[in-house]
């Protein structure tokens, strides 16, 4: 999983009708039709996208953090399950995010 991948697939889903963005079905309709993934490789791009909306909604409804530092911390935590189902835990993301965002690079 790369930034460039979370980085298309997100702007793709950006597309979609606000009555779509959260039905399963229509995200992997459009990733599908729009990238050149395996279906392994989009149920996980997906995977990571709804994981980092969810965790924004909770953690930064103001979506004030670098969508970057926020990518780039999705693809390397680990998803687990949570009490808003699949997503990040929420300390271990936000921890690493951080980190990101003081990188010199």
């Not at 009708?17 to 279906?39: I, T």
């Amino acid at each position: 999983m790369t930034v460039a991948q979370l980085t298309a697939a997100r702007q793709i889903l950006g597309y979609l009708a606000e009555e779509f963005r959260w039905d399963s079905v229509a995200r992997r309709v459009a990733l599908r039709a729009n990238l050149d993934e395996s279906d392994i490789a989009i149920d996980a791009i997906d995977a990571r996208l709804l994981a980092v909306r969810k965790w924004e909604d909770l953690h930064d409804p103001d979506r004030v953090l670098s969508q970057m530092h926020l990518m780039e911390a999705a693809t390397l935590t680990p998803l687990v399950e949570t009490d808003h189902g699949i997503g990040f835990r929420d300390t271990t993301f936000r921890e690493l995010v951080d980190f990101i965002a003081e990188l010199p690079w």
